[in-house]
């Protein structure tokens, strides 16, 4: 069993910051990448910020600039700080790992947290 449980989100006006978190526990061997989705009312489910073991980022365009991701890799954890949020950034925030339970497993399994809302106003 694994589960990743987000904290940090919140109401906060335009310009502001947030500091989400992300913490994985359970059976878990290895975690390759963690990330961070967004999913707005009415809209897709999109990538927000990866980071691979070796500490290897990718951002979406629209919030390069301003969030930075990172881990901590002795905790199983992912962290996104926000910065200069803008009311478009209003979503509901994932966390996502990718990882391996046992030694033995064959592949990388995708997991999801339940989300944090994240709401910015104007």
């Known amino acids: 069993q694994v589960q990743l449980v987000e904290s940090g989100g919140g109401l906060v006006q335009a310009g502001g910051s947030l500091r989400l978190s992300c913490a994985a526990s359970?059976?878990?061997?290895?975690?390759?990448?963690m990330g961070w989705y967004r999913q707005a009312p009415g809209k897709q489910r999109e990538l927000v910020a990866n980071?691979?073991?070796?500490?290897?980022?990718n951002y979406a365009d629209s919030v390069k600039g301003r969030f930075t991701i990172s881990r901590d890799n002795a905790k199983n954890s992912a962290y996104l700080q926000m910065y200069s949020l803008k009311p478009e950034d209003t979503a509901v925030y994932y966390c996502?790992?990718?990882?391996?339970?046992?030694?033995?497993?064959?592949?990388?399994?995708?997991?999801w947290g339940q989300g944090t809302q994240v709401t910015v106003s104007s």
């Open positions: 996502q790992a990718t990882l391996k339970r046992t030694a033995g497993d064959y592949a990388y399994l995708n997991f």
């Open positions: 980071v691979g073991l070796t500490g290897n980022t």
């Open positions: 359970g059976t878990i061997f290895s975690i390759n990448t």
